[in-house]
């Protein structure tokens, strides 16, 4: 019998699937079953009172408010700039992609510097805010915005490359039997992108709720007041109460857990309807 | 389906469709008006509002005031190694991020839909809780770090504690990359090449590596920019030591901390000009490659 793939031969398969599943044992798995297992480490009965504990709750009620807010505010632009740059050939689309890609390169501490030097008490909106009693930074407002900032990218991105594949043809022919244009995008674009759609809410929610270098900067860290749960996070980790950071962090990597299945069932179902 | 492999698969895919586009009318369907005129104000208002904020408070400081603060030992020392072990990781993450993406790739076996599932697990998970998990694992006392002070090798509190961080949360990269290009791969150049009785080796030298090498690069450079930026995980491992281990995000909220405004400002121009030309350079190079593919 011919060889026809290379890396086939039973002891280079065995092998490189071996290190590859060490690799991703000593670098993804031992890391995630760590998160849990130092948060139990003091028994079920701490680990319920770390989560119940006041603090905790109402960086839980933040963080939920602010992927409450973020998230329906860039699927409507992911929807809308998606819908432009692949139905439309106008001067400047190309860069209006490339703006998008700016805060997947930006590091998130420079972009919570950018509000804060926009908004806070001594920058020239700040200061008009300030006049008018407004305080965005150091409140939960700035942690809005810098995570809007963050994750606008997500919902687009996704939808990008799938409406380009699929074409305008059907949306044409809907409008050439006379469809409106609402009912054109309920009946006809929103079933064709709906998978991709609801995996950028998803990758946009995961980031919104995670999100910590940018919110850092313009939280203030007031506890009960401005802390998210990953700055809780990192509270408890600097009061040296391990455990109690490692109970809030479960939450968030119980998020991530639930972020992975999502995908994959997608993936899975997108396989599926291609064959 | 991760940001890395969309931004590879817009590009390919734009150029698979752009005939079409052009036979089609695009004059019959609507909201021009309505999408552009959202996506501009939305874009003004989250991204280049904020942008120009950056650039007005850096703009009011003097060339002389701007260069001190840029150059100040201290920030020097971060650059250096930020740069180092952001290279160190993204270089790594091309070896790991090629096997992981030729097993899943190239073999069926089982647990392979597991392992293509954690592939991610590092855009999943909230940097700060990485960031703690790694400090806690490669601390002294830590699963890992037992192992390691046998050997005489500390990671915690050390760059190496950095690259460890930024090999973890860029690691879904090269091989989100890597993966779709090796899927795609032609069979026949393979069978053609060892029908000639070709050593595996160099199958693999002359016909696969040749093939996938640029989505290799693009997936080394997309972690190698993040790693420059990442901030959440890193500072919890790296002991943040001035001179020897913090890195240039934490430079900015030092000076935040001190309330110098103008300093962090400009240190991040830095940052900032350093991510936005690498992005640039990221994109220009793709689409010339792939008009090459295509002149094909």
Redesign the interface.
Known sequence: M????????PWL?RL??G???L??GI??????V??FA?ALSAGLNIFWVNLSDKYTLHAIGLTLLVAALTVPLNL??GV??A??VT????PGRRI????????????????G??????YGS????GSWLMDHDLQLMFAWPGIVMVT??IT???VA??L??LM??Q???E??AA??LGAS?WQ??RRVTLPNIKCALL?GVV?AN?RA?????AV??VSGNIRGETNT???H??LL?QDYN?VG??TS?TL??V???L???V??F??WRQQQSAR | ?T?AN??S??FT??S??SK??KV???Q?????A???G??LL??SL??????S??L??TAGMSWADYWAVVTDPRVMASYQVTLLMALGASLLNGL?GL??A???V??T?P?K?L????????????????G???A??FSASG??GQGLAKLGIQVAYTPLGILIAM??TS?PFVVRNVQPVMEDLN?GD??AA??LSAK?WT??RRV?FPAIWPALVMGVVLSF?RS?????AVI?IAGNMPYLSEV???M??VR?QEFD?AA??AI?SV??MA??L???AV?VWQTRYLKRLKGN
């Open positions: 011919h060889q026809q793939r290379i890396g086939d031969q398969r490189l699937i290190l590859a599943f690799l991703v670098l993804l798995v031992v890391p995630l760590a998160i130092q409507v632009f809308f700039l819908w432009l139905r439309f050939e106008f209006l992609m490339t703006l998008i890609d700016i805060p997947f390169a930006v590091s998130p501490v420079v972009a510097l950018m509000y804060l030097l926009l001594n920058g020239w909106l809007v900032f606008c990218p997500f991105r996704e990008i490359p380009q594949q074409g305008s043809s949306e044409e409008l050439s244009g054109m995008f995996y990758l995961a709720v995670g999100e910590f270098g850092s900067v749960l990953p700055l996070v990192e980790y391990l950071a490692f962090a968030l990597a998020l991530a857990l972020t992975l299945v995908k994959t997608l993936e | 389906m940001p969309q931004l698969k817009s895919y734009k698979l469709i079409s586009f089609t009318g695009r019959v369907l609507p909201g021009f309505l999408s552009l959202i996506s939305f874009i989250v991204l280049l509002l904020p942008l904020g950056l007005i408070q790991v096997l992981v030729w097993v899943l190239r073999y076996f647990g839909r392992i293509d599932a954690l592939v991610d697990l590092p855009f999943a998970l909230p940097t700060a809780v990485a703690i998990t790694l806690t694992l699963w890992y090999l973890f690691l069979s393979e069978e060892l029908s595996d199958v693999f696969i920019i420059l930026g990442e901030f959440g919890f240039t995000s934490l900015i909220f935040l405004y962090a400002s991040a940052i900032l991510s936005l690498l992005l640039f994109n």
